[in-house]
């Protein structure tokens, strides 16, 4: 059994002050970040985040970078100084994983990027996320290269799996997870409603199979990292609510990893509790 301690990412507290959000998820008993870069300094200047995650009990444990709509335009809109500007902080930050995006259609110099693996760093993985299709009137359109997981295996140095974008692309995570296991280095969990919406919903209020992929991670030769990505916008005004939830899908995970251990053998025992074959008054001798 892999012991797997879930870090929880920042990227859905997009709308709340850093702290704050280091905060919530510290109260819920997190132990460790996946930090998203966005517009905020805090997130981007690697002695003010180290301080910030210190005084909470925390720790950074991957990186996102900013490549969503969100924050797209900070450190610039191309791609590779956007990773080369995050290596770097994920060296400051002793962090392994630096998590992208795939290129555009029209960007040939990053996919070329991706593709020289040799000439990638060692210290930091540089992780490409799955990510989905737009759909319009039900047509699948375009948005990202390589959207079927065989695809990203073949041209990325390391993969990141996200559970709720595979399952808006309409793909079996079951079947995902073992085609990226070679690379894989990252996993995003959270459920997915079976809509055309990004959901990130807690682990059992969607349609994916999370517990049995689990056990699946549990199984493999995986020896990756796992983060918690869950919506948080409808717990705007309820803080305590978060904080449940926070740390339910935590324990969820955490118990998905614990050893079970056969029932132990030994003399079969009465409706009583008492072990058959024995004088009445009298137990089985205990370690």
């Not at 990186?63 to 900070?74: D, K, T």
């Not at 690379?183 to 994916?208: C, E, T, W």
């Not at 309820?238 to 740390?247: G, N, S």
């Amino acid at each position: 059994m892999k012991n797997i301690d879930p870090q929880c990412s920042t990227g859905p507290f997009w709308a709340y002050d850093f702290e704050r959000a280091l905060d919530l998820i510290a109260e819920a008993g997190f132990t460790s970040i996946e930090l998203m870069i966005t517009r905020d300094p805090r997130t981007q200047e690697p002695e003010a985040c180290l301080e910030l995650v210190a005084q909470r009990g925390l720790r950074v444990a991957a990186v996102h970078g900013p490549f969503l709509m969100l924050n797209r335009s900070v450190w610039g809109l191309r791609a590779e100084p956007k990773v080369e500007r995050g290596i770097e902080l994920c060296r400051a930050l002793d962090v392994a994983t630096y998590v992208v995006h795939p290129p555009y259609p029209l960007e040939g110099s990053f996919a070329r990027w991706l593709a020289r693996t040799p000439t990638h760093p060692q210290d930091v993985k540089v992780a490409v996320e799955t990510m989905y299709p737009k759909w319009a009137a039900g047509r699948r359109l375009q948005a990202y290269r390589w959207l079927k997981p065989h695809e990203l295996v073949a041209h990325s140095p390391w993969v990141v799996m996200d559970t709720s974008h595979l399952s808006l692309a309409r793909e079996d995570i079951l079947e995902a997870f073992e085609v990226l296991l070679p690379r894989l280095v990252h996993i995003h969990l959270s459920d997915q409603a079976g809509d055309n919406k990004d959901g990130h919903l807690s682990i059992g209020d969607g349609i994916l199979p999370l517990d049995r992929l689990l056990e699946e991670v549990s199984r493999s030769a995986y020896s990756g990292t796992m983060a918690l990505e869950l919506s948080v916008s409808r717990y705007s005004e309820q803080p305590r609510e978060l904080v449940r939830m926070l740390r339910a899908n935590r324990e969820r995970v955490i118990s998905a990893f614990e050893p079970r251990f056969p029932p132990a053998e030994g003399l079969p025992r009465t409706p009583s509790g008492q072990a058959e074959g024995l004088p009445s008054g009298q137990e089985g001798e205990s370690a």
